[in-house]
């Protein structure tokens, strides 16, 4: 875990071997809300691959993004 000078998460996540492993949560700067997901290996032996935007949260925790399977960040930005 990282947290702000203010005290509330910043990101959250597991390490294996030095690497980023499975999801790591990047939260909004207030009320410890979440922002976004990545996904990364599962563990540090995989190989190697890009971590990927798994979902995402607006600043009212709703999800507005999920891989393969929802996206509403458009009418977000509309608003």
């Given at each position: 875990m990282k947290f702000r000078e203010d005290?509330?998460?910043e990101w959250?996540?597991?390490y294996e071997e030095g690497k980023k492993v499975g999801e790591w949560i990047e939260y909004?700067?207030?009320r410890n809300r979440r922002h976004y997901v990545y996904?990364?290996?599962e563990s540090a032996y995989d190989?190697?691959?890009e971590p990927y935007l798994l979902r995402e949260y607006n600043r009212n925790n709703s999800l507005i993004y999920e891989k393969d399977k929802l996206?509403?960040?458009a009418q977000e930005r509309n608003r």
């Open positions: 005290g509330l998460l959250e996540g597991q909004w700067p207030f996904q990364y290996p190989e190697p691959f996206d509403k960040r």
